[in-house]
Structure formats: structure tokens, C-alpha cells
């Protein structure tokens, strides 16, 4: 095998790991917004949300990733699922939930950014509500908007739901986008890998021959 293999192979995989996690970055159309709206309308009432918001943010799509920034309280006590009579904690619904949730968000280019657990109360506060008592956080990146109502209107995501019902206590949500960060994303983390294992496949022909 000559030693440039390794190097291509690696660049084809990086370039196909690319169109993957970053997608071709198309804004969504007038249309897709009025049939995810027209599908999840009325469900957006139900729980106390502004359609309106909704429709502002997806109008204004740029093709690009954001990040959603997940504020959560779990329900204290344990809950009775009102179809099965199955009893579980709030966090116990929450994992079920959550572990579902993030195998779809997977397979649609995102993935969790950072997730913790509360350890203190509000440490420094200004014109804010008092704490309700969160109990987790979670950043959770999303390839594009369209990517985000494509993973709302799935029905495994659906099915998946009613767990998150039962264990939340109380919650709010909003979209973010990136103005610098000091990790690693995983563009850079892939391209590092595909280039050690590159260059290791690289010193073992060399060895060999």
C-alpha cells in the first residue's frame, strides 16, 4: 500500500463526517414552516407556548447550527403513567425520555453540548423570578432549524414524549448561537483522530517496507 493511502482515506472521511455534521445549510421554506406549524399548533397552546415565537425564530433561518439551552426542574415524587399505571420517579421518566430524545438528535447531525445538575442555588441574581429549583441544565446542539421541526414531527420522538410530561415539573427552553467558545467541537476533535490514525497507519508501512 503506498503511504498516501492512509492520508486520503482519512480526507474522505473527514469530508463525508463534514457533510454529515454540518448538512447543506438551506434555510428552511415558507411551506415546511406552515406544515410543522399547521402539525404542532395546537400542541404549542396545550402547553403555554407562543406559536408566534416559534414562527419568528424558524422565518428566520439561517441553514446554520444553534445550541438549545435547556433549563429543567423534575417532578419531586414519583408519577403514575395515566395509561399503564406504571410508577416512577421524575428522573426515572426524564432518562427514558432523554435517552430517546438524544439517539434521534444523533442521528440528525446534533448532540448534547453539556449537561449538569444543579448544586447550589442562584449565586448572583438581579430583576430575576426567585429560583423555582431547577434541578438540570442541558445545551443540546441542533444542525439547523430544519433538522430541529423534522426531529418534533417524528414519531419516535412522539412515542417518546409522554415520559418527558410526566417527569418534568416545569421548564423553559431557547436557541442559542455560538459567539466564541474554548473547547474543542467536534470538527476539530474528528479531524484530530483521523489524523493520528493516519499518520500511525503511516510509520507502519514505512516500518513494514
Given at each position: 500500500?503506498?503511504?498516501?493511502?492512509?492520508?486520503?482515506?482519512?480526507?474522505?472521511?473527514?469530508?463525508?463526517?463534514?457533510?454529515?455534521?454540518?448538512?447543506?445549510?438551506?434555510?428552511?421554506?415558507?411551506?415546511?414552516?406552515?406544515?410543522?406549524?399547521?402539525?404542532?399548533?395546537?400542541?404549542?397552546?396545550?402547553?403555554?407556548?407562543?406559536?408566534?415565537?416559534?414562527?419568528?425564530?424558524?422565518?428566520?433561518?439561517?441553514?446554520?447550527?444553534?445550541?438549545?439551552?435547556?433549563?429543567?426542574?423534575?417532578?419531586?415524587?414519583?408519577?403514575?403513567?395515566?395509561?399503564t399505571g406504571e410508577v416512577a420517579s421524575g428522573m426515572t421518566w426524564l432518562r427514558r425520555?432523554?435517552?430517546?430524545?438524544?439517539?434521534?438528535?444523533?442521528?440528525?447531525?446534533?448532540?448534547?453540548?453539556?449537561?449538569?445538575?444543579?448544586?447550589?442555588?442562584?449565586?448572583?441574581?438581579?430583576?430575576?423570578?426567585?429560583?423555582?429549583?431547577?434541578?438540570?441544565?442541558g445545551t443540546m446542539r441542533y444542525r439547523s432549524r430544519r433538522d430541529m421541526i423534522r426531529?418534533?414531527?417524528?414519531?419516535?420522538?412522539?412515542?417518546?414524549?409522554?415520559?418527558?410530561?410526566?417527569?418534568l415539573d416545569a421548564t423553559f427552553s431557547f436557541p442559542t448561537q455560538r459567539m466564541f467558545?474554548?473547547?474543542?467541537?467536534?470538527?476539530?476533535?474528528?479531524?484530530?483522530?483521523?489524523?493520528?490514525?493516519?499518520?500511525?497507519?503511516?510509520?507502519?508501512?514505512?516500518?513494514?517496507?
Amino acid at each position: 500500500m503506498a503511504v498516501w493511502v492512509p492520508w486520503a482515506v482519512a480526507a474522505l472521511l473527514y469530508l463525508a463526517f463534514r457533510l454529515f455534521y454540518d448538512g447543506l445549510r438551506r434555510p428552511l421554506s415558507q411551506t415546511e414552516i406552515d406544515a410543522f406549524l399547521a402539525q404542532v399548533g395546537d400542541r404549542l397552546h396545550e402547553s403555554g407556548n407562543d406559536p408566534a415565537v416559534m414562527r419568528a425564530f424558524l422565518e428566520a433561518d439561517d441553514g446554520h447550527e444553534f445550541v438549545m439551552l435547556n433549563m429543567v426542574r423534575a417532578h419531586p415524587g414519583d408519577i403514575s403513567h395515566p395509561d399503564t399505571g406504571e410508577v416512577a420517579s421524575g428522573m426515572t421518566w426524564l432518562r427514558r425520555y432523554s435517552d430517546r430524545f438524544t439517539g434521534q438528535l444523533f442521528r440528525r447531525g446534533g448532540h448534547p453540548v453539556f449537561v449538569g445538575r444543579k448544586v447550589a442555588g442562584y449565586i448572583d441574581a438581579w430583576n430575576t423570578p426567585a429560583d423555582p429549583g431547577w434541578t438540570l441544565f442541558g445545551t443540546m446542539r441542533y444542525r439547523s432549524r430544519r433538522d430541529m421541526i423534522r426531529l418534533a414531527s417524528a414519531p419516535e420522538f412522539r412515542a417518546a414524549h409522554p415520559a418527558k410530561m410526566l417527569g418534568l415539573d416545569a421548564t423553559f427552553s431557547f436557541p442559542t448561537q455560538r459567539m466564541f467558545a474554548f473547547y474543542a467541537s467536534p470538527r476539530v476533535t474528528v479531524a484530530l483522530v483521523l489524523a493520528l490514525l493516519a499518520a500511525l497507519t503511516h510509520i507502519a508501512l514505512l516500518s513494514a517496507g
